[in-house]
């Protein structure tokens, strides 16, 4: 009984790109979930380990950060065309390149009702929330938000943090700030509020803190939203909040003789840094059992 290998490819899969494209103040942002996968004569490297028609993936990944820096990415189509031709085309034993591209739609923060320069919110995937508790003849009401993710491509800093022995993280005084908002508010007073009224002017002042406050680091921005919000909801007794610190890290493109000008990042999933943080009303009223420790 014979015993041969069938269809196989291999390549990179999901190469987290983020490109920033500036126009004076304004930057363009590109979000893009690249996976390549190639495919010819590739008997040889499962077969006795010859890996010398093997392209290695970490190759693919750069070639598609390189690309990504050398022109304008365009329409994901004409970017996946350009990768797959450049695989085929420069390496012989390699007869197909299918590239698979996920674009990740944000859209500009609207700040006093104007599309801002550099600040941007994740279309989709948010949802609003809110745990009633009720007790005899009493209510508490805990609404929030959750997976609100924003993105700033400038006017964020961080530097002036402890250098020991442990630390390799360089100081910044520009870089990417997102992160994936989650929002839990409490309010207070009455419960004959407008809910929905309410929620969208705390979600735009949460988006507009976000936006506006030049961030020298995430824990000042979080105090900032929370501030922000009980300045302008009465309503309001405390915020709390939970910021993943996504980490976007500007790619080395030296290697390949190129400058990255704060254009070309590598979207990081994991580790992440989690601030978490609560902003109180001095004279807030006393929480209810809706606000234990089980909420956020
Ligand atoms: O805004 C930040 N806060 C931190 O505590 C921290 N730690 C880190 O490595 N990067 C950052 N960024």
Request: aromatic share 8%.
């Given at each position: 009984?014979?015993?041969?290998?069938?269809?196989?490819?291999?390549?990179?899969?999901?190469?987290?790109?983020?490109?920033?494209?500036?126009?004076?103040?304004?930057?363009?942002?590109?979000?893009?979930?690249?996976?390549?996968?190639?495919?010819?004569?590739?008997?040889?490297?499962?077969?006795?380990?010859?890996?010398?028609?093997?392209?290695?993936?970490?190759?693919?990944?750069?070639?598609?950060?390189?690309?990504?820096?050398?022109?304008?990415?365009?329409?994901?189509?004409?970017?996946?065309?350009?990768?797959?031709?450049?695989?085929?085309?420069?390496?012989?034993?390699?007869?197909?390149?299918?590239?698979?591209?996920?674009?990740?739609?944000?859209?500009?923060?609207?700040?006093?009702?104007?599309?801002?320069?550099?600040?941007?919110?994740?279309?989709?995937?948010?949802?609003?929330?809110?745990?009633?508790?009720?007790?005899?003849?009493?209510?508490?009401?805990?609404?929030?938000?959750?997976?609100?993710?924003v993105l700033k491509s400038t006017g964020s800093e961080f530097h002036g943090f402890p250098r020991e022995e442990y630390t390799t993280l360089a100081e910044t005084d520009d870089r990417i700030l997102a992160t994936?908002?989650?929002?839990?508010?409490?309010?207070?007073?009455?419960?004959?509020?407008?809910?929905?009224?309410?929620?969208?002017?705390?979600?735009?002042?949460?988006?507009?803190?976000?936006?506006?406050?030049?961030?020298?680091?995430?824990?000042?921005?979080?105090?900032?939203?929370?501030?922000?919000?009980?300045?302008?909801?009465?309503?309001?007794?405390?915020?709390?909040?939970?910021?993943?610190?996504?980490?976007?890290?500007?790619?080395?493109?030296?290697?390949?003789?190129?400058?990255?000008?704060?254009?070309?990042?590598?979207?990081?999933?994991?580790?992440?840094?989690?601030?978490?943080?609560?902003?109180?009303?001095?004279?807030?009223?006393?929480?209810?059992?809706?606000?234990?420790?089980?909420?956020?």
């Amino acid at each position: 009984m014979g015993i041969s290998l069938g269809p196989n490819q291999y390549g990179k899969a999901e190469v987290r790109l983020v490109t920033v494209r500036r126009e004076g103040a304004v930057h363009h942002l590109r979000d893009l979930t690249v996976s390549t996968a190639l495919r010819g004569e590739l008997e040889a490297t499962h077969l006795t380990g010859d890996n010398s028609a093997v392209l290695a993936t970490d190759t693919q990944k750069n070639t598609v950060y390189a690309f990504a820096k050398q022109q304008d990415v365009g329409e994901i189509e004409d970017f996946a065309l350009r990768l797959g031709r450049h695989f085929v085309d420069t390496q012989e034993k390699i007869t197909t390149a299918r590239i698979t591209i996920a674009e990740h739609g944000w859209e500009r923060i609207p700040v006093g009702g104007a599309p801002h320069d550099h600040a941007f919110s994740r279309s989709g995937g948010e949802s609003r929330t809110t745990t009633v508790t009720v007790h005899g003849d009493r209510a508490w009401v805990v609404s929030g938000v959750d997976g609100l993710t924003v993105l700033k491509s400038t006017g964020s800093e961080f530097h002036g943090f402890p250098r020991e022995e442990y630390t390799t993280l360089a100081e910044t005084d520009d870089r990417i700030l997102a992160t994936a908002v989650t929002a839990r508010w409490r309010y207070q007073g009455s419960t004959d509020i407008d809910w929905a009224k309410s929620h969208q002017e705390i979600r735009r002042t949460l988006l507009e803190a976000f936006a506006t406050k030049h961030s020298l680091s995430l824990q000042q921005t979080l105090y900032t939203m929370g501030e922000a919000v009980l300045l302008a909801r009465p309503e309001v007794a405390e915020v709390r909040l939970s910021l993943p610190n996504k980490h976007h890290f500007l790619v080395d493109l030296s290697p390949f003789g190129l400058e990255n000008h704060n254009e070309v990042f590598y979207a990081a999933d994991r580790p992440y840094g989690l601030i978490e943080g609560t902003v109180v009303r001095d004279e807030a009223e006393e929480p209810g059992p809706a606000w234990t420790e089980a909420v956020l």
